[in-house]
């Protein structure tokens, strides 16, 4: 058993010798003053008698007025060494008679005067209802403190015979309560050492120790459960670890395998990206050179005249084509650049009503093998030619992107159908929507505007609303496509406004 400098089994111990020394000094400290006072109560008390016998035994001599005899009578007090004096008075006051110690004056206090260590009884002498004369007896208490210190030993010795039998009582009841309690403290310190929460602690009763023994089994049960339970769960979790590990040690191999192919890949790209860039830069000067012919004749056959009205309108739309031609071979480069978002915008004041009647002017062969109607709307009203809407941006690209969505328009209309072109403009932004009849197919609404995506056109490179949007993310515009079957397709341009000079 573990020791402690300040065990309970001391504490148990001493507050049971306490408790009962304290009981036993209270007890004798009080039986002792009780008997003290019943001692003197009681010496007052015979000596209070014995005047009274002498007051009866004295009558006679007083009414003789003898002395002598009464003095006799006094003299038989010697044989109590307690009574110090006798005196007798007479009625008038006067000593008639002494022994030992004389009273010189009649007490004028009635009963029984006690002082600390004397007293002093009067007793009156009467002979027929008649009081003849006193007699005052003076006494010591003198044996009172060999009464005292022979019960004060008695005492000591009880007290010392009770102290021991508690002594052995105390030691007996300490080591039946403490047994049970160090038991507890040895399997504590042994679990505390050795972890082990199989021990158990021997002891049973029905007392306060008895259930706190009985619970901490208890708990020691629940701890070697919960502890049982987290083992394995250790191992497992161990496992999976060692598992992961594994998994991820493989996939940091494949991943450090495909990086070293991506690298690879990469500077595959950048030396094909700069081959096709050289490629393209070639192409564009070759295609432009070409161009140039496509460009210059129409223009030379316009300048000489002689040609009929139909003839004139057939060289423009040869001349708007090669334009147009030129216009999208810039705008491939472009593109790449708006991508990137490296591209500089060159802006100036765009006037969309102009731009808008050009386009309808180049769209008319699409529109005429489409039968296909096409109407220019400003704030819900046909527009007549002379209105203006100014906005900023690059005439290049804002023609594309226009022509673009035109020709989604044109090309999603069915024959017949129509085209509508509405123009809103305020002081804040000035919105171009677009509208046809057909809705968008439900595949490709979510993917309206990604790279590639078309539906349903057997040239369609899937590049034009993709592109009108990357212009005018470009031009810091928003664009958003409606579409129903009730309503057919809108595809709107929302742009700031300006204020123009016209």
């Known amino acids: 058993m573990i020791g402690f400098q300040n065990s309970i089994g001391r504490k148990i111990g001493a507050a049971i010798l306490g408790t009962t020394v304290s009981a036993l000094v209270l007890t004798m400290t009080l039986n002792i003053a009780t008997f003290f006072h019943s001692y003197r109560q009681a010496t007052v008390q015979k000596a209070n008698g014995l005047a009274k016998i002498?007051?009866?035994?004295?009558?006679?001599?007083?009414?003789?007025?003898?002395?002598d005899s009464a003095k006799e009578v006094l003299d038989s007090l010697s044989l109590i060494t307690n009574i110090v004096g006798a005196t007798i008075f007479t009625s008038a006051g006067d000593i008639f008679a002494s022994f030992g110690k004389n009273t010189e004056s009649l007490p004028t206090e009635d009963g029984p005067q006690v002082n600390l260590n004397t007293f002093a009884v009067i007793q009156p002498i009467q002979s027929e209802n008649e009081t003849l004369g006193y007699i005052v007896l003076e006494g010591t208490f003198s044996d009172q403190g060999e009464w005292f210190y022979h019960n004060l030993a008695t005492s000591a010795l009880i007290l010392i015979a009770v102290?021991?039998?508690?002594?052995?009582?105390?030691n007996h009841f300490r080591k039946k309560i403490t047994k049970p309690i160090g038991q507890l403290t040895d399997a504590v310190r042994e679990i505390s050492e050795n972890k082990d929460y199989s021990k158990r602690v021997a002891y049973k009763s029905k007392d306060e120790i008895g259930y706190l023994v009985s619970e901490f089994n208890s708990m020691l049960g629940k701890i070697e459960t919960r502890d049982s339970w987290l083992n394995s769960h250790r191992e497992m979790l161990e496992t999976i670890v060692s598992q992961r590990t594994k998994e991820v040690r493989a996939k940091q191999k494949q991943l450090k395998e495909k990086n070293t192919q991506l690298v690879k890949q990469i500077h595959e790209r950048r030396t094909a990206e700069m081959i096709r860039e050289e490629v393209e830069r070639i192409n564009r000067h070759d295609l432009k050179?070409?161009?140039?012919?496509?460009?210059?004749y129409p223009e030379l056959?316009?300048?000489?005249g002689n040609l009929t009205p139909e003839q004139g309108k057939y060289i423009k739309r040869i001349a708007a084509a090669g334009y147009r031609m030129l216009d999208m071979i810039q705008f491939h480069l472009d593109m790449f650049k708006m991508e990137q978002e490296i591209y500089t915008l060159k802006t100036m004041q765009v006037d969309l009503i102009e731009m808008l009647c050009s386009l309808e002017e180049e769209m008319a062969l699409l529109l005429n093998q489409s039968e296909v109607s096409?109407?220019?709307i400003m704030n819900k009203e046909e527009i007549n030619g002379v209105e203006e809407v100014h906005i900023n941006g690059e005439?290049?690209?804002l023609r594309t992107m226009f022509r673009n969505l035109i020709k989604n328009g044109v090309e999603g209309s069915v024959k017949g159908g129509s085209v509508s072109i509405s123009v809103e403009s305020d002081k804040s932004f000035t919105t171009v929507s677009i509208s046809n009849s057909l809705p968008v197919p439900v595949e490709v609404r979510n993917r309206f505007f990604n790279k590639y995506v078309t539906e349903g056109k057997e040239d369609g490179t899937g590049l034009g609303t993709y592109s009108a949007q990357l212009i005018a993310k470009t031009h810091n515009a928003s664009i958003f496509m409606e579409t129903s079957d009730e309503k057919g397709t809108i595809v709107s341009a929302k742009f700031k406004s300006i204020t123009a000079d016209c």
Do not use: E
């Open 289 to 296: 050179s070409s161009l140039n012919l496509v460009i210059g």
């Open 301 to 304: 056959l316009l300048n000489k």
């Open 395 to 397: 005439m290049v690209l």
């Open 54 to 67: 002498i007051a009866t035994s004295t009558i006679s001599a007083l009414d003789f007025n003898d002395p």
């Open 163 to 170: 102290l021991a039998a508690c002594i052995i009582a105390a």
């Open 374 to 376: 096409l109407s220019i």
